[in-house]
């Protein structure tokens, strides 16, 4: 079965200050990992996704990750918080296609809350 | 692109009613789409995939003569809360992908609660 884990419920940092938002995944096969984001009463927006290629991947509004496969990390980073970042945000996991196991299915993290802090 | 559209986004319904929440994808055809249901401070449960023009494959635990899902069509997927209870107050939002290698798009999920 695969299992995303965000170690932190919180993590606050001030504005201006770099930002990291932890995830590690489990998964058989290769993964396919996303960051969402969710303000209040929101659905969740996507930020981006790693499928294949540069471990660092770069998203919307200025964050980016980086896949460490021997790690099994996605950690979500950006390197000057704004207070507009605030918010919920999950790691989620499935498996690549055809890596012939696991499921297709999107499988989040508890999600972590950021607090920016002016 | 890739916009989905869930309504209504807020509902209030009286105990042993039914509540309709459609999902609709807007600018592309869905033949999958996924209801979740999240509770407070919690991540997101898969309750069901639905399939246009097929049966709904329903998450373990979740009660399928209570959650109705209908995929009609390309564009539209439903979920029907049956005969609710406040334990079903929640928040529940649906997704759809363009395709495997896309990223699941969200809509701005309903909350329903039952007095």
């Not at chain 1, 058989?28 to 660092?56: E, M």
């Not at chain 2, 399928?64 to 564009?75: E, G, V």
């Not at chain 2, 107050?89 to 990223?103: D, H, K, R």
């Amino acid at each position: 079965a695969q299992s995303v884990a965000q170690p932190e419920d919180q993590v606050n940092v001030a504005e201006g200050n770099p930002l990291t938002v932890k995830c590690t995944y489990s998964v058989s096969g290769n993964p396919y990992l996303f960051w969402y984001v969710q303000y209040p009463n929101r659905g969740l927006q996507f930020l981006l996704k790693y499928i294949t290629g540069d471990n660092l991947v770069k998203g919307s509004y200025g964050f980016e990750a980086e896949f460490n496969k021997s790690q099994t990390s996605f950690h979500l980073k950006k390197p000057s918080a704004l207070v507009s970042d605030s918010a919920l945000y999950f790691c989620a996991v499935r498996s690549h296609p055809y890596s012939g196991a696991g499921s297709y299915q999107l499988t989040f993290g508890k999600g972590t809350k950021l607090s920016v802090i002016p | 692109g890739a916009v989905v559209s869930q309504h209504p986004s807020r509902v209030i319904c009286k105990s042993g009613t039914s509540v309709k929440i459609e999902c609709r994808s807007l600018d592309f055809q869905a033949t999958t789409m996924f209801w979740y249901r999240q509770f407070p401070k919690q991540s997101l449960m898969l309750m069901a995939t639905s399939n246009e023009g097929s049966k709904a494959t329903y998450e373990q635990g979740v009660e399928k003569d209570k959650f109705l899902i209908n995929h009609a069509s390309l564009t539209l997927s439903t979920l029907t809360v049956t005969s609710a209870h406040p334990e079903d107050s929640s928040f529940y939002i649906c997704s759809a992908w363009t395709g495997y290698n896309s990223p699941l798009h969200f809509g701005n999920g309903t909350r329903l609660t039952v007095t």
